[in-house]
C-alpha cells in the first residue's frame, strides 16, 4: 500500500540526503523544460516510463592543488564525478526505502545504439534547469557563481517534487573575462584553449551574445591523453596474433583497473579553458580551501545550497 507523502518535506528530504552525503548542492529540473529541448529518445520516460520528477546532484570539481599539475595528469582529474553517481545511486534506493515509490539512478553512459558520443540523457541539461549552473563561453561547461565548476549526476523517480528553476544570472563571462575580451577580442578559455577550438562574442553590456565550439577539434586534443584509442591503435599494428594477443592482454589490465576505479576516465577534457576561467578556479567557494575558509568565518552558518 502507497505511504501518503507530504511533497514540500518530501524535496526538503531528498536535497537534504544529497548534501548530506557530499553534494554542493542539488535541485529539482522541470520534466516539461526538458522535453522540450531533449531530443526522442534521450527524454527522462524514455528511461523510466513513469517519471515524475528528475533530482539533478553537482559535486565539487578539482582541489586548488589539481589546477596546477601536467595537462596530461589533469585531463584525468575529473574523477570527483565518481562522487556524484555514488550520491546519485543512493538516492534511488534511499526514495524507494523512505517513501516506498520507485526511484532509478540515470546512467551517465553512452547510448550504445546512437553511437560513442550520445549519452542516454544529458545530465548537462538536467542540471542547468536545476539551477545547478549556467551555459559557459567555454563549450557550455556549467558554471555556478558560489561553486565554479562542478560534476554532475541524476536521479529520476516516480515521487512528484516541485520543479526548482534555472539560475537568474549566468556568472560567465567574469568581469576579468569582459576586460580580455575588450582588448584583444577573446576571453581567456578562447584565448588559452590550445587548439583554438572557442570563439564567440559578447554584447556591449558584457554578455554572452555568441559562443562556437568545435568539438571535433576538442576531442582530438583531449584524446591523445586517453589510453583506449592508444591500446587500440597499437595493438592494430601487430601483423602477429601472439603479439596482438599480449599486448591486449597486457593492457588490459591497464584498461580494466581504470575502468573499476569509476573514474570513466575514457573521455576527457585537457582542461586548459577551465585551468584559466576565473569562475572555475576563483569562486568564493569554488575549492576546498575556499569552502574550509568560509565554513569557519560562519560556523554556524548551514551547510552549502544552492
Ligand atoms: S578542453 Fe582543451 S581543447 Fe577542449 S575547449 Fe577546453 S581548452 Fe580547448
Ligand atoms: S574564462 Fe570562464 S568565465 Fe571567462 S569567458 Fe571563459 S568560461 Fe566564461
Not at 75 to 81: A, I, L, Q
Not at 109 to 137: I, N, T
Not at 279 to 285: D, R
Request: aromatic share 8%.
Amino acid at each position: 500500500m502507497k505511504r501518503p507523502v507530504d511533497a514540500v518535506l518530501a524535496k526538503r528530504k531528498v536535497l537534504d540526503y544529497c548534501l548530506r552525503k557530499g553534494a554542493l548542492c542539488a535541485g529539482i529540473a522541470d520534466l516539461d523544460a526538458i522535453n522540450k529541448v531533449a531530443p526522442a529518445g534521450h527524454r527522462p520516460a524514455d528511461l523510466m516510463p513513469k517519471v515524475k520528477s528528475v533530482v539533478s546532484i553537482g559535486v565539487g570539481g578539482n582541489t586548488r592543488g589539481a589546477w596546477g599539475v601536467s595537462a596530461k595528469a589533469l585531463t584525468y582529474f575529473g574523477s570527483t564525478e565518481a562522487r556524484a553517481y555514488k550520491i546519485a545511486y543512493g538516492l534511488a534506493f534511499y526514495i524507494e526505502h523512505t517513501f516506498g515509490i520507485p526511484a532509478v539512478y540515470c546512467p551517465p553512459d553512452m547510448d550504445s545504439e546512437a553511437g560513442a558520443r550520445v549519452p542516454f540523457q544529458s545530465l548537462k541539461l538536467h542540471a542547468e534547469l536545476a539551477g545547478l549552473g549556467a551555459r559557459s563561453l567555454a563549450g557550455d561547461i556549467l558554471l555556478h557563481p558560489e561553486f565554479g565548476y562542478m560534476y554532475y549526476a541524476s536521479a529520476f523517480t516516480e515521487l512528484v517534487l516541485a520543479p526548482d528553476e534555472p539560475l537568474k544570472e549566468n556568472p560567465c563571462p567574469a568581469p576579468s573575462c569582459v576586460a580580455m575580451y575588450r582588448e584583444v577580442g577573446k576571453t581567456p578559455c578562447m584565448k588559452f584553449c590550445p587548439v583554438q577550438c572557442l570563439s564567440g562574442k559578447l554584447d556591449e553590456h558584457g554578455r554572452q551574445a555568441e559562443m562556437y565550439y568545435d568539438m571535433a577539434a576538442c576531442a582530438e586534443m583531449s584524446q591523445q591523453f586517453e589510453a583506449m584509442p592508444k591500446v587500440l591503435a597499437k595493438a592494430m599494428r601487430e601483423h602477429d596474433p601472439q603479439d596482438f594477443d599480449d599486448l591486449l592482454a597486457l593492457e588490459s589490465k591497464l584498461l580494466f583497473y581504470k575502468l573499476s576505479t569509476g573514474s570513466h576516465a575514457m573521455f576527457g577534457q585537457c582542461f586548459e579553458c577551465m585551468r584559466v576561467c576565473p569562475i572555475a578556479t576563483k569562486a568564493p567557494l569554488a575549492d576546498p580551501i575556499l569552502r574550509s575558509e568560509a565554513a569557519r568565518a560562519k560556523p554556524d552558518a548551514a551547510a552549502p545550497h544552492k
